[in-house]
């Protein structure tokens, strides 16, 4: 495995996933467990779980993306993340690597709790190419 530092990111990417030319930089791997700055919290990684470098999401940081197994997929999931403090929009994620809305929303919530769900909806590839290249390039 490898250990990066990329001076845009804040933490640590251990891996780099192409997937189907869109880099993602992975964080936290597909069996490890998720850890927080500042809390207890602790969660196992299901899936690859990163972010899109030279993007920039509401949040202000690089979009986030989870990557299931199949790599060859061009599928593409964005969620709706929303604050279960407020009910309101948190950020967009994006899910690849998998197949279908059904095996995206569950591996959505194998990380995170179900009243994060806003909603998910399948986008093109090209759309999401679009958005990685254009409307999110920081």
């Known amino acids: 495995m490898r250990w990066l530092k990329i001076a845009s990111d804040t933490d ?3 891996d ?3 997937m189907g030319g869109v880099i993602i930089h992975v964080e936290w791997p597909a069996g490890s467990t998720r850890t927080w700055k500042g809390s207890n919290d602790t969660r196992k990684m299901y899936a690859d779980y990163g972010r899109i470098p030279s993007t920039k999401g509401f949040d202000g940081d690089c979009c986030d993306a ?5 790599r060859d997929s ?5 969620v ?5 403090d407020t ?7 994006y899910i690849l690597g998998v197949d279908n809305l059904e095996t995206a929303k569950e591996l959505y919530l194998a990380h995170m709790h179900p ?21 999110l390039a920081n």
């Open 87 to 93: 009910g309101e929009f948190d950020e967009s994620k």
């Open 115 to 135: 009243d994060n769900l806003g909603g998910i909806v399948e986008i093109s590839w090209a759309e999401f190419k679009r958005l990685v290249d254009d409307v």
């Open 16 to 18: 780099e996933i192409d």
């Open 80 to 84: 709706t993340q929303i604050s279960r």
């Open 12 to 14: 640590l990417v251990k």
């Open 74 to 78: 061009r599928k593409v999931f964005e």
């Open 66 to 70: 989870y990557c299931g197994p199949n």
